[in-house]
């Protein structure tokens, strides 16, 4: 069960007021990387997890993120207050309005507009948080890498949030949020390795003949090599005749048809055949000759 | 420039048409551990990469994945190729084709009635694919570690798949796919490591009084210790007290507002204040009593 | 800030897996009216209010949502519990394996094949939970009447999946959620009536020329009068011509072009002008005909 | 049957062109809170309802919110005349149309260039309109709360437009709109409370024990009473050992698995299992240490 | 204006209730090439443009397929109409309700459990509307064709969906609508032709250089030559080297940055380049060689 | 098999960066009309298309459109490439950066902030991209009208995008890009009308009574006739009492329901009936009136 403290986990203290700082913190709020996603991705896999050890480790960490999507939403909240304030009893004149809704240059529009002021779950393009974000798949060899990626991907956005604000209590906050990631990341790591093997995921082993080839299909130049594709472990493969049909077959699909499904299938293919030796006149033809008013015989 | 070879990568063999199984297969064309996902992720990284030698292998294997793009489909084809026939032909009675079309128990009545049987770019729920399956973000020791846990993910889909098939032509080329993605986890692993560091991601370090910290916010019967939370190098708060406010300030929210926001705020708030002190009948009172229709005086 | 309490709201006794009843629970997980709809709504209005009364029912409500969320989730996790282990390990042949996925006859193959038998957000058709669901505005009067809707939803919705089941441990723990959503209606319905005046919502009053007009835009057998449009309070419209142009004028949209906009608008417009008294020969025309291979002079 | 007729319900009369201001209108156009959500809503119901007087009120109600479309489409067509003429004719140096269209400081370039001037079925962030914002459940208790709430939502966005405005011609028709959106949430508030009873919606009963409950869920400095959580309808808990397992069990979620299941799961969590006595080295270890390229032996 | 007639355009007569058919319905009530979108395109189309005769064209047929949506959805609640008394009222028991729920093989669940019954704004997958469906864009000779596009589209999903009955009034019904579809295609199709030239499409001419090349970019067995890409007109190019850079440039992408600039670039460069001749251990070498849980020294 | 060659079709070069102008370039890499669009709407049809000509042409023009796919996104990524590397290393102080970043006055600061100045999937409003932009059904002759459509879009955006930057380099690609959409237009077109007879599209004919009727919905001053209305093969319907029941039945939409479906839709009815001749006091009469606070007797 989830408790709410009233203090949060980390002080807010804005200096004032900015609905344009406060759209691109919403990146952290509605955002693809940013905390709602965190708590979801880490909460679904909690909920199905049986291993005691990363169960309750998923449950602390998807709740320590609900608790900082409060921190940015009230970042966002108190950026907006004012603007928030000035919509709602319309103290400014509507040029003034106008101006001030549009002056941020970015997507703060739409949260004064639509959203009030308020703390919406969009991103700073104004796009809904979307489930589509969250990508839990149930296993935890693959989860936890997910996990791992996305407090990297968590850090970096926050880190270039700080860089676009001098305000020391936005700066400040950010700074712990954007640390508790690479905590994260860190225990996420570590409950990573202590599955023994983790690689490769799952259960089923690779096949041998590709689970060491390094299919060279982007060539010219620019060609380059590194240790993912040279080295003892790694064949090589550049000619192009190699790269396709690998399976030493035809490299064509094929299905068997039964009588009925052929008849079909024919009847289809008779009735929308294209004829290859015709040059038909075309839509285009009579709309680019100018003599489509011609009168219909 | 991309070019296309007439040959799959893998050459596709099914036995027998089953739309059923065709919309499973949905899920690593058109689903958010696909194909076409895979593809995406690795071309937009590699169009802004400039590192040489990783610019180089995301397209390589952005390419592989549009060509496994091409083999998941072509199976989604064939497989589907017989009801296509059908449906297009209406070679059935009205009740047979009703029956045929559901009567796989799962969503492949989409692929049929609105897609007509073809390659579909939804998953297995016929989902449309969306780009918020795309966590790119432009910064490479993040986008590796998302790369590598899709691969991850990926392989695990394949696996299952695999796993709900008996088809030879199926298993093999699905398991020739599961393969080249623990492959590809190989060589990204190989370039994030390339990277030193890549740890914590970016450049900005965090905030040493908190990222050593593991919070202990779920707890009960269950609470559990690993070395994602204990030793040395892991400072673990349990007591509540000490998890809010970690900076010592007033764990509130708080923005300086300019006189005229502070009068528009306040004007806002006594317009809508909520009286604590009053009992006031309800919608939901008058919903209950029976007592709504009542002659208005 | 968010504490976890490893106990849930409501103790979940599941009798038997079953995974398509799983997918039906998943309407009240993530589908437009389930929990975590109901809990983003009220912490993003939370996080924005400032009448203290508000928002502290408004974080205590949105927690116990949350706790929600955790329960429904825990109802879907333990009905898929066997499911997913099942496929993980593979322990069935694949044909049973098939027909276990697709045997439900809705959406449970993809909780299986693309969430592992986890508590995915998403409806029961599969599609994401999106913040397009989320409808906060930033409003008390307006706010407040949406979630007492919500409230009454996500009631029925319940209610309709407890007529599905007669899994004791699952009704009962849906009788549980069911209730307490009328017990919030309560809640939002006393906080409402404790904004006076509460309608209608918003600063600026209505035009009164049109506040009490009932316009009868459809019309026909099954015309029908309700205290909803008539009665002294409204004035009831039903000649077509009073129901347009309602404000005097024309009727007709139109704007100030400046001369450059007007030198452009009538160049597009000249340039792109149909000719309605020629009869063209159209592609529609070639393409019924027969006649699109002649060739071409 | 919709018929349509020429003159639109409200008479718009426009200034000047301003794209910018189209952009804020979309909100009402293709916007959650806007007509084509409120039309849907109400025609959905209508189609599926059987009482005479409800079906009569939804049809009327969602063919002038249709109606009301027209007339806040052909605003923003109005608005974005002359951007339209200009953009298809190129009449201006590249440099003025990349200053105009970028220079609203909102979304209109998206209406621009995507668009060509038209009114889309956006938001004013240029996100399109989605079904999800149709709240409609098929129960009328329900679903005419939903209609009130949308009815509040709506009129308070046009509130904002207003204020954002000193077009004449706008600023009135917008009045109009806004009015109607008043009137109908009174024809809704009497169909609503024409059923009785109406609360709680639905046919079942809530569970006694929990109907008039409130959980103190979010404690601290700022935890306040009112009407809606004091007063002798209300059992008010704070005691956080009163607030989870109300049933009176155990907290945990369980199910029944058959010995197959059983087998199965257990073997998923024996091969994937953690082992929270290691203290592996991880990648982040490898990646922040700068040893990740000692050579493999 | 929109005004509504109560009788529809096609009476509907339906034979028994089926809310599997329902559910497949749904595609032209809700789906991408259903009405609502046809309606959309058409009344979105109309509201911007200023030719007379297209615009009165527009809003003639937008208006029609408004009436259509009506049609269909009328359908889609009859053959749902059983359904949603049983479900509202509880008639069965909880097994039967689960079964007759779940009982169709698609997902009709969606529909009675989430809209209980109604005409929900959905495709056959239970994937809401979008807009994103709408394909407008302001320019008459292109929006021409996505109308011709789309009512093409229109006509095959009927085709389909009558393949799927034998209920007679449901197949008259959706007789009638099919035959519109082609009515208006004809109409679009008089309509694009009316505008003279009208290929290509906008005012800028294409380059001569490229009009008429076919570049053979997919090669191998399977190699096809027809009218689209041979004939005087055309300028058929298959050798590799004349694909590519086919402005005689080097084929690379370049920008000319300014010192500051090139700093940055060059630093973020150095920052996170990879090291190609290092062989580092990865996460993949731990996860996989079992030796990831040695003691740390 | 996709094989990739590193130089682009055409080449890139950029005058100067300038990421407002990369984001309005979004719309042709991300955005409905852009080249995934393209590339994915003829890959799906050649996947499941047996015709030999049609199967080649679509998998050429498909892998010519992945090819501009990547000069778009190259295009992109120059004009970017400045901004990324300025954030990355954070080489300006945080004000210069906050109003670089909001400069442009579009939505080129979520490419930056959440892209890091890469090349998004997503369009000029910062929406990714959605396969819902895909129109594919699975039938030739509706499928290539989609194309023709589609090309005609595409060709619009392009020349609106040339009309709106003067750097050389831009402009030169973009003409490039937009002269292939011509060229393939014409290779669709000759495609389509290679398909004898290919009007209507499909197998089922229309119905006589309705393929040449046009039905005159919109009335009022602006009625206009032409091609698409009149003429000997067009039946004009003006009156109101011939458009509706056109089957010339009562214009009702019914269903013979089960003496069980009979009994549950009355109980429902009855439940669920609002009584008309009663006046009730609704919530909005409390909330008006000033008299919800009254003490509760």
Not at 96 to 109: F, V
Not at 217 to 223: L, V, Y
Request: with cysteine.
């Amino acid at each position: 069960m989830f408790e709410h403290n009233k203090h949060l986990q980390y002080t807010v203290r804005i200096g004032e007021c900015n609905p344009g700082l406060a759209n691109l913190m919403l990146e952290q709020f509605g955002g693809p990387q940013g905390e709602l996603a965190a708590a979801c991705r880490y909460f679904t896999q909690a909920l199905a997890e049986d291993d005691p050890g990363r169960k309750d480790m998923l449950m602390d960490i998807a709740t320590e993120e609900l608790s900082h999507l409060e921190v940015i939403g009230s970042i966002v909240a108190m950026l907006n207050k004012g603007a928030k304030g000035r919509l709602a009893e319309a103290t400014e004149s509507a040029a003034e309005m106008y101006r001030s809704i549009n002056g941020a240059g970015n997507d703060s529009h739409v949260t004064q507009v639509l959203y009030g002021g308020g703390s919406a779950l969009i991103n700073s393009a104004g796009v809904p948080w979307s489930a589509a974000y969250v990508d839990t798949i149930g296993e935890p060899t693959a989860d936890l890498r997910s996990n791992i990626a996305a407090e990297a991907r968590a850090k970096i956005i926050y880190e270039r949030l700080i860089n676009c604000t001098d305000d020391p209590g936005v700066k400040e906050a950010l700074g712990f949020l954007m640390t508790r990631e690479v905590a994260h990341q860190k225990s996420f790591e570590k409950a990573l390795y202590s599955i023994e093997p983790n690689f490769p995921p799952g259960k089923l082993p690779g096949d041998p003949r590709f689970t060491n080839v390094y299919f060279n299909m982007s060539q010219g130049e620019g060609d380059a090599r590194g240790s993912w594709n040279q080295g003892k472990e790694w064949q090589f493969v550049s000619d192009r005749n190699e790269q396709h049909a690998v399976d030493g077959g035809n490299g064509e699909a094929s299905v068997q048809l039964t009588s009925d499904e052929m008849s079909a299938v024919k009847a289809a293919a008779m009735r929308t055949r294209s004829k290859p030796d015709v040059d038909p006149t075309t839509g285009a033809d009579l709309g680019s000759q100018g003599k489509a008013s011609r009168p219909k015989s």
